[in-house]
């Protein structure tokens, strides 16, 4: 656990003083950020790791009887594990009662980005609906999705290439990509001197971008920013500034584009929900409908991990179906029942 104190107690020092720099202002408001003193042996993958196992001996991998994961990748995604195969999840998904599956492996237009040309549309369908057709007889249902880099400048280009490739159900998300300010090598000087609203312009203006261009049935974890940003900045720090999400949420709303509850945030530094609770509460409130929820697993050990625990936040937010596409127009998916607190 000494890797994973460390964190806490650098963002908590952080945390502390980014509030001493503005008295009297709105909590968190125009503090500005001071990357934390992260010690030189702090490695973010031990940490998550870390996290991860927590969660597990707290019941997080035990997720069952659940009607959709509607974000996963497999070895078709630059960044999954060797064991994160199609076949391996179904199985799981049977075994645990996860009645449907979207596959969203990356695909990215940066030609620097690690997801550009990694594997090919054809490859990726003919996987998906050829194990669609094995797991049908077990009562499982697999849908052919992608998570595609949402980037303002390849926006024609990915709008083309969408209408030329279609896919059951689309996920637009933005990403760190190469050379970003996000990246950990540039974040720590990047968000120096800054207060939490510039260091995350950069992030959410492509969030806001993303769901006006309306080219996606829902937007990923559209916070990951957090996570970006950690341990320099807790999510409390995020939670204290609400307005930051408002454009983001707006545009969804406008555009009718889901808002999707991401678990992996919760075997990640930030250990909530991409967005936690009052950001998919506030969606609602502002005429939103449409949500969507995801693992995000990209390995085997990640199957659903957490899936529960966002079925229940959403559940308590007052989400009573999931917005979902098999291809043509919007479903919904029945939230199943039980209860709703504990999330
Ligand atoms: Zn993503
Ligand atoms: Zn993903």
Known sequence: MAEATEVTEAAEANASAAAGDAPGGPPGGRATLAPAPVSGRWSRREAELEIYEAGVAAGMGNAHDLPLDSHMHTVRSPDAAPDALLDAYCALAVERGIAELAITDHVDFDPFAPAYAFSSFEDRERDVRQAAERWAEHGLAVRFGIELTYERRYEDEIRGWLRRHPHDFTIGSVHSGPGSVYEPANVAAFLAGKTLAQATAPYFDEVVAAARSGLFDTLGHIDVVKRYL??????????????????????????????????????QLPRETYPAAPIVARYLELGGRAVTIGSDTHRLGWFAYALDVAYRLAASAGVE??????????????????PTEGA
């Open 321 to 338: 179906a999931l917005a979902f596409r098999r291809g043509g127009d919007r479903v919904w998916v029945p939230m199943p029942p039980g």
């Open 230 to 267: 950690a341990p320099h900045v807790l999510p409390e720090q995020f939670a204290a500034q609400p307005e930051l999400y408002e454009p983001a949420l707006a545009a969804l709303v406008d555009s009718g584009t889901a808002l999707e509850v991401n678990a992996s945030g919760l075997r």
